[in-house]
């Protein structure tokens, strides 16, 4: 079994910490709904742990942190600079070769090889906590076509 990708039929409310509440939910949802005939697209969601090996890649959750610990959070300017220069180490940062590999092969299998538009969703392990929330925080991109325009909408939900 994949350590990156997980499939949406694959999943429930018990993997909230593998691949976050959205993608939990929406497992749930297939397995919970198919059986009365409500039609729930499947998808796959990449894990947690892909998303921390992506940070320790190359030391960028070292560089964030060492950013963030240096900020003025009253100095809005340096909230901005900061900001900005972590997306941009972000998006310039690589992606694993498996990381890569798997992502394609999901895509392929997902599209069947057609050019169709897929959403790209962020999916936080702690966004709906019982004492807190942090819906509506994250980003979503809908209408994403071809395999390079996924893996620039996956970093930039990272």
Same mark, same amino acid.
């Given at each position: ?29 297939? #397995?919970?709904? #198919? ?19 992506? /940070? ?39 992606? #694993? ?8 092969? #999901? ?43 996924? /893996? ?7």
């Amino acid at each position: 079994m994949s350590t990156n990708i997980r499939w949406f039929h694959e999943l429930n409310m018990n993997h909230v910490e593998e691949v976050g509440g959205k993608n939990a939910s929406l497992g749930e949802m297939i #397995s919970g709904m #198919s059986a009365t005939g409500v039609n729930v697209p499947d998808g796959f969601a990449t894990t947690a742990k892909a998303y921390r090996e992506f /940070l320790a890649k190359d030391n960028l959750a070292d560089r964030i942190n060492n950013a963030l610990q240096a900020l003025d959070v009253e100095d809005v300017s340096a909230l901005a600079k900061t900001g900005a220069e972590i997306r941009s180490w972000i998006m310039n940062a690589v992606f #694993s070769e498996a990381f890569e590999k798997e992502v394609h092969e #999901s895509y392929l299998e997902l599209t069947g090889g057609k050019d169709i538009a897929v959403a790209v969703r962020s999916s936080a392990t702690a966004e709906d906590l019982p004492d807190a929330s942090f819906a509506g925080q994250q980003e979503t991109f809908l209408n994403i076509r071809g395999y390079e325009n996924v /893996l620039k909408a996956i970093k930039e939900v990272f």
